[in-house]
């Protein structure tokens, strides 16, 4: 049984693995059809885990809180991969924006303008989307803020925004995912979904060909996105359920998760650095690479094994 706060943390942990996993394999494998499975749900999970373990906090609290997590991590990685991107990088890419252009777009926080470091868009849209849940929590009761953020939802499916400051525009499509998550902890559904092994196996596999199935067909319309990246969602959930399960499995995604952070700043810079160093020295094309499901899959465990160590140094520097 999934009931004790501890074993929540771990499971949660586990489903953050998943969804890094998933987002690292993601930005590296140009294959069209993994690519948009991926994209139909991935990012999803991460509101939902957040909306899991909220609770509601005095609204100035919480900014100070989430600043200290989210906005510091943000500015001092996008610094640092910027710095890294303006001497080291720029010289074997192609793209033509200055130092100062880089530093305003991280200023900007926005996925059109973080060129040196795409991922990073999402830590200000997470905090915006956090801070905003939290206000609309304090403002009103349970019934009428999940009604409010109902609505969002209906005004993202059918109004067009154009891409705003931090990914404010963002925040009517993931809100309702951190709804979903507060929403299945209140309903306990870590203990209502705790089926046997072989039951969790075969709803995980029905839940993932589903996902599959309607992200092939469906995700073009705003209305269905949600569909499909809810059956997305679900279907990882009960992966999560199933690899807790298995000692090894466990262990190796729930620290995977616990070095989310880390690993969702730094992916970047270094899954490029091991593809410009393969296609110079193994003279494979980069294209090549990155359309081969094994080759990505290599560099998605080489990325987050390296990253990993990274994260261990910093942990052993901080508790010294």
Known sequence: MINSSKKRIEWLDILRGIGIILMVFGHICYSGNSYRWIY?????????????????????????HRAYTILIPYFAYGLLT?????????????????????????????????????PLWFLPCFFITMVTYNIISNLSNKKLGYTFITVLTIIYIFVPFKPMLWGIDKIFKYILFVMLGEAASHLNITDKLNLSVIKQVIVTIILFAASIFTSGRLTQTRGIWFITATIGCMACIFLSMLISNSHILKTSIQQIGRAAMIILCLHGPVYRAIIGTITHFGHIGMIAIRANYLYSGIITIATIGIIYLIFLLIKRIQSE
């Open 40 to 64: 139909s749900f991935h990012m999803a999970i991460f509101f939902f885990a957040a909306g899991f373990v909220y609770k509601k906090k005095n609204v100035w609290e919480d900014i100070r």
């Open 82 to 118: 910027l710095i890294y991107w303006y001497f080291v990088e720029r010289h074997f890419k192609d793209i033509g924006i200055s130092f100062m252009q880089g530093f305003t777009g991280l200023l900007k926080g926005q996925y059109e303008t973080l060129q040196f470091n795409i």
